[in-house]
């Protein structure tokens, strides 16, 4: 019982951690280059990691799951992460969290525009949670007290995160879960370079430049964020309810408020305290009645990319379909 709780305090804090560390990276690095090279860099050391245990014959895919790896690395990290980390150039850590929070809310509407059965209890989360949003984003937004574009940019990411965790379990991806992930890293990582790279974001990426908080916060996001706390995540997976496990989704915006206020000065008022209420109540209400499925980071600063080890989980009979899913308790 206690390595339960050992690994759900990694998730709690580290990943509730990875909005005030992308805060402190985009303080002086590009935010497409320094997110393609965090998720890079994690996809290369976990690509070896696995080739050291088991051999290359273990990173052998098809063309067909290549492509799927492809999609939902673009969906996660591409936009997910790399919209997150720019909105991050001009919107509080701690906002971004709450708003990044609704992620959940997003893949449960996802789950209804494609026929599946959402309980009134669901509905009511959904509702109260985008209500919450709203409290969140458009006073600031109207006022302008927080960049529009920043927000709106968090929004996007939000939903492309929730998009991708949704068709990932209607793709083809590695069987090996792991591998599925490092490809996912790889795919993503690559491609933010490549739009950091589009963007014109090569002439800020002077080294010389970079501060020594915006070094190690992207070398925590890389060892921390992106290897260790996804470890303790698929640990998770296996060895803990499910309704357990889901309860980070409702935790780490609270950590990620604490830490911004705490380490960066951020302003908490009181229509954000409302707003910030609002949308982590109806997360943990929807977690709770077991209205949504396993949740995949996003997250938000972290390679929560565990939609395909979800998927294979449950093929493989360890935790219940979305659909069947035990109510907590």
Same mark, same amino acid.
């Not at 805060?23 to 690095?29: F, L």
């Not at 009134?120 to 959904?126: E, F, L, Q, S």
């Not at 980070?248 to 707003?275: I, K, Q, T, W």
């Given at each position: 019982?206690?390595?339960?709780?050992?690994?759900?305090?990694?998730?709690?804090?580290?990943?509730?951690?990875?909005?005030?560390? /992308?805060?402190?990276?985009? !303080?002086?690095?590009?935010?497409?280059?320094?997110?393609? *090279?965090?998720?890079?860099?994690?996809?290369?050391?976990?690509?070896?990691?696995?080739?050291?245990?088991?051999?290359?014959?273990?990173?052998? /895919?098809?063309?067909?799951?290549?492509?799927?790896?492809? =999609?939902?690395?673009? *969906?996660?990290?591409?936009?997910?992460?790399?919209?997150?980390?720019?909105?991050?150039?001009?919107?509080?850590? +701690?906002?971004? *969290?709450?708003?990044?929070?609704?992620?959940?809310?997003?893949?449960?509407?996802?789950?209804?525009?494609?026929?599946?059965? /959402?309980?009134?209890?669901?509905?009511?989360?959904?509702?109260?949670?985008?209500? +919450?949003? +709203?409290?969140?984003?458009?006073?600031?937004?109207?006022?302008?007290?927080?960049?529009?574009?920043?927000? /709106?940019?968090?929004?996007?990411? @939000?939903?492309?995160?929730?998009?991708?965790? =949704?068709?990932?379990?209607?793709?083809?991806?590695?069987?090996?879960?792991?591998?599925?992930? #490092?490809?996912?890293?790889?795919?993503?990582?690559?491609?933010?370079?490549?739009?950091?790279?589009?963007?014109?974001?090569?002439?800020?990426?002077?080294?010389?430049?970079?501060?020594?908080?915006?070094?190690?916060?992207?070398?925590?996001?890389?060892? &921390?964020? @992106?290897?260790?706390?996804?470890?303790?995540?698929?640990? $998770?997976?296996?060895?803990?309810?499910?309704?357990?496990?889901?309860?980070?989704?409702?935790?780490?915006?609270?950590?990620?408020?604490?830490? +911004?206020?705490?380490? $960066?000065?951020?302003?908490?008022?009181?229509?954000?305290?409302?707003?910030?209420?609002?949308?982590?109540?109806?997360? #943990? &209400?929807?977690?709770?009645?077991?209205?949504?499925?396993?949740?995949? !980071?996003?997250?938000?600063?972290?390679?929560?990319?565990?939609?395909?080890?979800?998927?294979?989980?449950?093929?493989?009979?360890?935790?219940?379909?979305?659909?069947?899913?035990?109510?907590?308790?």
């Amino acid at each position: 019982m206690w390595l339960v709780w050992a690994a759900l305090l990694v998730v709690y804090v580290v990943w509730g951690s990875t909005y005030l560390a /992308i805060r402190v990276v985009v !303080d002086s690095m590009p935010p497409f280059l320094a997110a393609g *090279a965090r998720f890079l860099s994690a996809g290369v050391l976990l690509t070896l990691l696995l080739m050291a245990r088991s051999g290359p014959r273990r990173m052998r /895919i098809t063309g067909q799951e290549a492509r799927g790896a492809a =999609f939902v690395g673009a *969906a996660l990290l591409l936009v997910g992460n790399g919209f997150v980390s720019v909105g991050e150039e001009t919107v509080p850590s +701690g906002l971004a *969290a709450l708003i990044v929070g609704v992620i959940p809310l997003v893949v449960l509407v996802l789950r209804a525009l494609a026929g599946e059965r /959402i309980s009134p209890a669901g509905v009511g989360g959904v509702v109260l949670g985008f209500v +919450g949003l +709203g409290i969140l984003v458009l006073p600031r937004g109207i006022d302008g007290t927080t960049d529009p574009v920043g927000m /709106i940019l968090l929004i996007i990411a @939000s939903t492309s995160w929730a998009t991708g965790s =949704f068709f990932s379990r209607r793709l083809a991806l590695p069987g090996d879960a792991l591998v599925s992930t #490092a490809y996912q890293l790889l795919f993503g990582g690559a491609l933010l370079l490549l739009a950091g790279s589009v963007l014109g974001e090569l002439p800020r990426a002077q080294a010389g430049a970079f501060t020594t908080g915006s070094v190690v916060s992207l070398v925590y996001l890389v060892v &921390f964020g @992106s290897l260790l706390a996804y470890t303790a995540y698929t640990w $998770l997976l296996q060895n803990a309810p499910i309704s357990k496990v889901a309860t980070y989704a409702y935790v780490n915006p609270v950590v990620a408020v604490v830490l +911004g206020v705490s380490f $960066l000065d951020e302003r908490l008022d009181a229509s954000m305290l409302v707003g910030a209420v609002l949308v982590i109540a109806s997360v #943990a &209400f929807i977690v709770r009645t077991g209205s949504t499925p396993a949740l995949g !980071d996003a997250a938000a600063g972290c390679t929560r990319i565990t939609a395909s080890r979800s998927r294979m989980d449950r093929l493989r009979g360890r935790i219940p379909a979305p659909s069947e899913e035990r109510p907590a308790g």
